[in-house]
């Protein structure tokens, strides 16, 4: 049984009562220019490597500042990189069998008096939507989770299988990020990270003094005025000093709409990276489904809505496996005679608790026919302490990846930056609406 999509046109239409927004489903996108994207695999070509000898003939030049683009300006640049990067290699430790080095992606823009409209469209490379997630399954004693993403080495091994989300993100920049116009997202790519050269150590994340005050476990993006040195992730400045470079709008914004963990609430979700990828305030439309105690899936799925409580692995990828707070899941119940194989999902979703800063943006995507299609509605002027305010006049550095076929971390195709205005002059014109 298929779940309906909670969408969320009528509040989006009514907000504000005189303040017109256009209905997204019924943008007319013939009439909006598209700007073709190219997106590549970039291995992992960190901050560090693109600064170091390796990078022939080019260090000196990154170091400085110089756009990715004043060199790799040739026709096919993307194509080339990414059909490279893709394969076993120096940047490429834990290739993916089969995997495409290159996205095609179609971005088209649009604005009216309340929202910014952002459609893309790109082609997946498997002939179903990646709009399943990790689960919860039962092995006849406990759950645990099933599913992980194709750089983990349990799927490389065989013993998982690839389970992970599509993604579509966007870095936004208003000018205020030194580099970010000639270096994009490569300025958030560090060695340390997850799935990166140099791994950190749990150890090392113990024992460093940012991290812990900003009560985090593992190493994610972050921009070089967060450290000291910013070729070294373990240099992170105090929360005073990062709170200043925050509130002088020194973060780039991140929305991250999730094929499964936001699409089926009509939501992306809303964050920014500073000194980690981080959620901007108030909460996501998703959270964990695994009691962080037994282990236990904290819902399951109501019968009498959709027909079971769980399912098995033969049901993979044969429809809308999500679990929605306010739609079709009620409490565990442990004693509903579980048996070996019994799967749930890992996370439960709702639009209802979705709240503040991190519930600003909406979405609408759908899959058909090989291709998503995703238009993401980001209201405008947002005035928030961790939010970019997009605004009609305005012009932004902007980066983009797709995440495809059951991957995560650097497991993306990526974008040199391009610039976005809204009724101004630039790569991407969002067209004012009627
Ligand atoms: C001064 C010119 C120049 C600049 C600026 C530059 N590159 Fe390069 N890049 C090169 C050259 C030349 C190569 C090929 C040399 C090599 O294979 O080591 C290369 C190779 C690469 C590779 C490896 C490709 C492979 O075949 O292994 C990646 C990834 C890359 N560049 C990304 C970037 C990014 C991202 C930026 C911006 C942050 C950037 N480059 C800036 C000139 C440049």
């Not at 170091?63 to 683009?69: I, L, N, T, Y």
């Not at 995997?99 to 309340?114: C, I, R, T, W």
């Not at 389970?163 to 870095?171: A, F, G, T």
């Not at 970019?388 to 497991?411: C, E, M, Q, S, W």
């Amino acid at each position: 049984m298929r779940v309906a999509r909670l969408l969320l046109l009528p509040s989006l239409l009514m907000a504000g009562g005189v303040v017109m927004a256009a209905d997204p489903a019924a943008i007319d996108w013939g009439k909006v220019p598209v700007a073709n994207v190219g997106l590549f695999y970039p291995g992992q070509s960190s901050y560090e490597w693109l600064r170091s000898d390796a990078h022939k003939g080019a260090a000196k030049e990154v170091q400085r500042g110089d756009a990715c683009v004043t060199c790799h300006d040739e026709k096919d640049a993307e194509k080339d990189l990414g059909d490279k990067l893709v394969k076993p290699g120096r940047l490429e430790p834990m290739p993916v069998a089969g995997k495409n080095g290159y996205v095609d992606l179609k971005v088209q823009a649009a604005y009216d008096e309340k929202n910014a409209y952002l459609r893309f469209q790109w082609k997946t490379r498997n002939p179903f939507p990646g709009s399943e997630h990790q689960y919860l399954r039962f092995d006849g004693h406990e759950w645990k989770v099933y599913g992980f993403p194709k750089l983990d080495k349990v799927v490389q091994d065989g013993k998982q299988p690839g389970i992970y989300e599509d993604r579509m993100s966007v870095m936004i920049d208003d000018g205020k990020v030194a580099g970010f116009a000639q270096q994009g997202c490569w300025l958030t790519c560090h060695d340390g990270q997850r799935d990166m050269p140099k791994l950190f150590t749990k150890e090392e994340v113990e024992a460093n003094a940012m991290l812990k005050a900003i009560g985090k476990s593992d190493v994610r993006k972050y921009l070089p005025d967060s450290r000291t040195d910013p070729s070294d992730w373990k240099t992170g400045k105090t929360v005073e000093e990062l709170a200043k470079i925050k509130a002088a709008g020194g973060f780039v914004d991140l929305m991250q709409w999730r094929a499964h963990r936001s699409n089926f609430v009509g939501m992306a979700d809303d964050g920014y990276v500073l000194e980690w990828r981080l959620g901007d305030a108030g909460k996501d439309p998703f959270g964990g489904n695994a009691d962080a105690k037994t282990h236990q899936p904290k819902f399951m799925w109501d019968e009498k809505k959709v027909g079971y409580k769980s399912i098995t692995a033969d049901q993979l990828r044969k429809g809308d496996h999500v679990l929605i707070r306010e739609t079709n899941a009620v409490p565990f119940d442990p004693n509903a005679g579980w048996k070996e194989g019994d799967m749930v999902p890992d996370y439960i979703l709702s639009r209802e608790d979705a709240k503040g800063s991190a519930a600003d943006n909406n979405a609408i995507g759908s899959w058909k026919d090989g291709q998503w299609t995703v238009v993401m509605i980001r209201p405008l002027g947002l005035s928030n302490a961790d939010d970019k305010a997009l605004k009609p006049g305005g012009v932004y550095h902007i980066g983009f990846a797709v995440h495809d076929d059951n991957i995560t971390t650097r497991g993306h195709h990526v974008s040199f930056v391009r610039t976005l205005g809204l009724g101004t002059k630039a790569d991407i014109q969002a067209v004012k609406l009627p």
